[in-house]
């Protein structure tokens, strides 16, 4: 069965511009969280939902959101690039109903900001 | 807040066994994950043990839990080239799928 599809893989913004990363999750899987992946401060949390709502939120400013769709795919949206938004961003999914430790990991999305 | 630690770096030769360590702070934690991340991939789930347990054994993996002082520990037996990769410890927090992850530690193999 296909894994998680993460898209883009890569891209290049300039700060100030706004970023939309996709991502589609396992069949059957309704969870989907969002992680950022930095060297300095490693993979950190930044939001999950389940059935089209957040359930879950990191720590992050409100320029990162996201949204899920009916068909559990999932959009996460940064607004007002700045520098140190340049990251991996990690989609993953899982079904969901308790946290028994399988999330599924897409390859990630690079995001670069000059 | 919650928080998880493990060493940064860890280097053995091939054929010998890898002990990565990790601590972590929410008692509460259900479960307990490893998770190995490769050059340029996600990640991907190794383990997990059920805070309840003390020792989980697959194949060349062995996870040891002491709850009591909130360490975990991965061993990995007979480690080989294929093995280099960084090793995340995690944990789960709260509700739905909140993972609080470690630094990762960066397993190198040397031949």
């Known amino acids: 069965k296909a894994g998680v599809t993460q898209t883009p893989r890569y891209l290049i913004k300039t700060r100030g511009q706004q970023v939309t990363l996709s991502c589609s999750p396992i069949?059957?899987?309704?969870?989907v969280s969002w992680y950022q992946q930095t060297p300095g401060q490693g993979l950190q949390f930044l939001f999950e939902?389940?059935?089209?709502?957040?359930?879950n939120k990191g720590n992050f400013p409100g320029r990162f959101s996201g949204r899920q769709f009916s068909n559990s795919r999932s959009e996460m949206n940064v607004s007002t690039l700045e520098l140190g938004d340049s990251a991996l961003y990690l989609c993953?999914?899982?079904?969901?109903?308790?946290?028994?430790?399988?999330?599924?990991f897409g390859e990630g999305s690079r995001l670069t900001v000059l | 807040g919650e928080d998880v630690e493990q060493s940064l770096f860890l280097s053995v030769r091939e054929g010998d066994s890898s002990v990565i360590n990790c601590t972590y702070t929410d008692s509460s934690s259900t479960y307990l994950y490893w998770y190995k991340q490769e050059p340029g991939a996600g990640l991907q789930l190794l383990t997990y043990i059920f805070s309840n347990m003390d020792m989980k054994q697959d194949q060349r993996l062995t996870v040891l839990l002491n709850k009591k002082d909130k360490h975990l520990s991965l061993r990995i037996a007979d480690t080989q080239t294929g093995d280099s990769a960084i090793y995340f410890c995690?944990?789960?927090?709260?509700?739905?799928?909140?993972?609080?992850f470690g630094p990762g530690t960066r397993l190198s193999v040397l031949p």
């Open positions: 993953a999914s899982s079904l969901g109903a308790s946290p028994t430790g399988e999330l599924f």
């Open positions: 069949s059957g899987h309704r969870s």
């Open positions: 995690a944990e789960s927090i709260g509700d739905g799928q909140n993972f609080v």
């Open positions: 939902y389940f059935s089209e709502t957040q359930r």
